[in-house]
């Protein structure tokens, strides 16, 4: 079976703080993949990363950053510097083989960033 | 125009009502799924199809049935509404070589009185 717990329901930082939003997930799985979606308040799903099992490489894109460890089963996600647009719930989510990589979505992360 | 595109928007039916929920894309894929959203529960998995032939159920697929009626077309039924059935309802694409990224519609938000 595969699981992700987003352990933190709600987050609220002060602008230009940093942020980690914790994601750690279970799988049977050799071969699975990873993401992180971002939704606002407008509602709509935006992809933000992939990252599949063999790549444990962390990965920065501007002010976001991920960091992917095997050894713990995570899937951390980082932002630097927070802004107020950043305020959305972010979901992690697993897929595999053995669910014909359907995504398995954690409960979500509410973060809210004020000025 | 949307890649992925759910009609309706927003619904609102009674109890006991049948409903139909429509997902077209236009972005070529193979892969359709459906899920719900509840707040503080993220994302769950209703029904997935890997094509028009290939149907399969999901974490939460009671008191659902699906239709692939083309490989663009996935619809979602809901036979008889409960209002625990409230709730966002997405609809989503991916393609076997992108495996798992999943492209969403805009969400149908359903209230069952």
């Known amino acids: 079976a595969q699981k992700v717990t987003q352990a933190q329901t709600e987050i609220s930082v002060v602008e230009k703080e940093d942020v980690t939003l914790d994601c750690v997930y279970e799988?049977?799985?050799?071969?699975?993949?990873l993401f992180w979606y971002k939704q606002p308040p407008s509602g709509e799903l935006v992809f933000l990363i992939r990252?599949?099992?063999?790549?444990?490489q962390n990965e920065i894109s501007g002010r976001y950053s991920w960091n992917f460890q095997k050894s713990t089963s995570s899937f951390n996600f980082t932002i630097t510097a927070s802004q107020v647009v950043d305020s959305a719930v972010y979901f992690c989510a697993l897929s595999g083989s053995n669910s014909g990589y359907a995504l398995n979505f954690g409960k979500g992360t509410s973060l809210l960033v004020t000025p | 125009d949307a890649d992925v595109t759910q009609t309706p928007r927003n619904r609102i039916t009674k109890t006991g009502k049948r409903i139909m929920l429509e997902c077209s894309q236009t972005k070529g894929h193979d892969r359709m799924y459906w899920y719900r959203q509840d707040p503080g529960l993220g994302l769950r998995l209703i029904y997935y199809s890997f094509d028009v032939k290939d149907i399969n159920k999901g974490e939460i697929s009671d008191g659902y049935s699906v239709s692939r009626q083309a490989q663009a077309k996935f619809s979602l039924s809901l036979e008889s509404a409960i209002p625990n059935q409230t709730a966002l309802y997405f609809c989503?694409?991916?393609?076997?070589?992108?495996?798992?990224?999943?492209?969403f519609g805009e969400g149908s938000r359903l209230t069952v009185l």
């Open positions: 990252r599949n099992s063999f790549d444990e």
């Open positions: 799988t049977r799985d050799t071969t699975y993949y």
């Open positions: 989503a694409t991916s393609s076997v070589r992108n495996t798992g990224e999943l492209f």
